[in-house]
């Protein structure tokens, strides 16, 4: 990789989450300066402060993003934290106007246009004010700037890849590298200098955005297919569901250890807490319209049902949960209650043994439910795991949790008897399907089931 021979030196400084908060350039006892970064838990930038030591040492801040939900903006006016006179009635005033920055950004959160706080006279008739505009960018596809169509590229921190940190003195041009919290990024060539963690057979290990630099943005490596998340989880063997969040991305969310996978690192996964708001509507919907969601697409991917919602209580009267009830109470009477294994217990329909169960679970479509368990056919095969919280050896009760954790996919659905259960058949048909299908109608949906109860054995 070739750099300017004009260009100064630079040095960078990382926390432990990967984080930067330093940045060198050049020598700052010689023209040059340091930059130190504060953030916040989350690696938000809250300040900038800025080390200078040519004709005498001077440290100010002359960087304060504003945030709403995300970044609005920034205070850019220089506030000088050594020397005598530090506590000034500045501090007490309202932010100045004209120091005051706020981020125009299109579709992808690349800073397009930044204006200041204050109007200005306007030009023409019928325009009595207009906006300050201190930087105009006009950008190609992966982020370089668009020859003729930008203006004072160089007064503002943050560009394109999503709003991320410029670093133009690396190539001594404005918009040529980006920083973000794990990589370094190129925008004319549209590939990061590091080998990304998490890889994929069919894309380059430098690739970002998921090629697709139009479409998505990627400022801190997440999943931007449903089909990179489930090549993840399957590698690396993690449990929980793949989630598409908000921002259209994906995630693996593990509900029991309350963390979701959503980003890569230098150092290893990085996992978030994990914050669900339950669906009001979880109580009420029935079998038929978690089915319903899946053929069309349209509503919830994820379901998460509990005691007293009207799936748990109907797949609660479903022989095989008696089955396991049953096989809880022989396995604490047999052991005195003292092995508190978990139970697993497969409700399994391949095989010719499965036959039945199929044509019997398949049946109840024909009355639409009046008929048979519409909540285990919507799942068809799954495991329910049972799980001993407590044990009253003297009074030979325990209290249980029982869960399911189902994934609803166009394979699943519409495989045959015996030979849809086939690793050839899963692996090469219904694997071909599943592709077809990865988002909209048909899609991979998921329902988990949880409820608990005291048993006596």
Wanted: no cysteine; hydrophobic share 30%; charged share 20%.
């Amino acid at each position: 990789m070739a750099f300017p021979s004009s260009s100064p030196s630079l040095a960078f400084g990382y926390g432990v989450g990967g984080h930067r908060t330093l940045k060198q350039v050049g020598d700052p006892d010689n023209g040059g300066y340091r930059e130190h970064y504060i953030r916040d838990a989350q690696g938000n930038i809250m300040a900038v402060y800025r080390y200078t030591n040519s004709g005498g040492a001077s440290t100010q801040v002359v960087e304060r993003p504003v945030y709403g939900s995300s970044r609005l903006g920034s205070y850019v006016k220089p506030q000088e934290v050594m020397g005598p006179g530090l506590i000034s009635v500045e501090y007490t005033m309202p932010l100045t106007a004209a120091d005051q920055r706020y981020e125009l950004t299109d579709h992808l959160g690349n800073v397009s246009t930044v204006v200041t706080g204050r109007l200005l006279d306007g030009a023409g008739a019928g325009s009595q004010k207009q906006a300050e505009v201190v930087l105009a960018h006009g950008y190609e596809p992966g982020g370089s700037l668009l020859p003729g169509r930008n203006y004072n590229t160089t007064a503002y921190r943050f560009g394109a890849a999503g709003g991320q940190e410029k670093d133009d003195e690396i190539y001594g041009s404005p918009s040529t590298s980006y920083t973000a919290d794990f990589w370094q990024y190129d925008p004319r060539i549209v590939r990061r200098w590091n080998v990304d963690p998490m890889t994929f057979p069919w894309q380059s290990s430098y690739a970002v955005f998921n090629n697709n630099p139009v479409v998505y943005v990627d400022p801190w490596g997440l999943f931007a297919t449903r089909k990179e998340a489930r090549q993840h989880k399957d590698d690396n063997a993690l449990k929980g569901r793949i989630r598409k969040n908000d921002d259209g991305h994906f995630s693996i969310d593990d509900k029991k250890a309350g963390t979701s996978i959503f980003r890569d690192a230098e150092f290893g996964l990085s996992k978030a807490a994990l914050v669900e708001a339950r669906r009001p509507d979880n109580a009420t919907i029935t079998p038929f319209e978690v089915g319903t969601e899946w053929l069309t697409g349209r509503g919830a991917r994820e379901r998460d049902f509990l005691g007293g919602d009207h799936f748990t209580e109907l797949y609660k009267t479903h022989e095989h949960v008696e089955q396991t009830r049953n096989k809880v109470k022989g396995t604490l009477s047999v052991s005195g209650g003292t092995n508190t294994d978990p139970i697993s217990n497969r409700y399994d329909l391949s095989g010719i043994e499965g036959v039945g169960k199929y044509v019997k679970d398949y049946s109840t479509l024909a009355t639409a439910g009046a008929t048979g368990n519409l909540a285990v056919t919507y799942l068809g095969s799954h495991n329910l795991t049972v799980t001993i919280t407590s044990v009253n050896a003297e009074k030979r009760i325990a209290v249980v949790t029982f869960s399911v954790h189902n994934t609803s996919t166009i394979q699943s659905a519409t495989r045959p008897p015996v030979i849809g259960y086939q690793p050839w058949y899963q692996n090469t048909i219904g694997a071909a399907l599943n592709a077809q299908f990865e988002n909209g109608p048909m899609s991979e949906t998921t329902q988990t089931i949880e409820w608990s109860e005291t048993i006596k054995y």
